[in-house]
């Protein structure tokens, strides 16, 4: 795998300008809709069974992490405390791109060793997440 440092080209999708709108549209959308005082998502999975999610607190972890209060939010679901802060750090990039024009950072050349790796990787992320959740919060 390689990180390319490049123009965008003509035509070329540019994913910083979709995925920072995305995020602050989302982020936008959360903070309009708790501002609201709108019933809070409810999690089919705990409904039905009383067991956390692999995602089960992930709300109440987005609300601690924009309080600043880190160490909650990572006790609340430490997988969306790590998604929130690489987030972060992405919008700040994609940002900060867009205003001046900079080159942008591509993957380039990922073989299917390494496209394997990251598959497996994401998936026991997520499973070590849950098992914290069970462990952590059995009834959340």
């Known amino acids: 795998m390689q990180i390319a440092r490049r123009s965008l080209a ?5 994913h910083e300008l979709i995925w920072l709108s995305v995020s602050l549209g989302g982020l936008a959308f959360a903070a309009t ?8 998502p409810i999690c ?20 601690a992490f ?3 209060q880190f160490f ?3 006790k609340w679901n430490p997988l969306a405390f790590v998604v929130y802060c690489a987030l972060s750090i992405f919008d700040a990039y994609a940002a900060i791109v867009l205003i001046t024009r900079a080159p942008r ?7 299917a060793p390494e496209k394997k790796f990251i598959r497996v990787s994401v998936v026991s ?10 462990i952590a919060n059995p009834t959340l």
């Open 72 to 74: 909650n939010a990572w």
């Open 10 to 14: 003509a035509g070329e999708t540019d």
């Open 105 to 111: 950072l591509r993957l380039a050349r990922i073989t």
């Open 33 to 40: 809709w708790l501002a609201l005082h709108l019933p809070w």
């Open 66 to 68: 924009f309080h600043a």
């Open 44 to 63: 089919i999975f705990h409904a039905l069974t009383g067991h956390p999610c692999a995602t089960c607190g992930a709300t109440r972890s987005a609300i």
């Open 125 to 134: 992320l997520l499973a070590l997440n849950w098992i914290y959740l069970l």
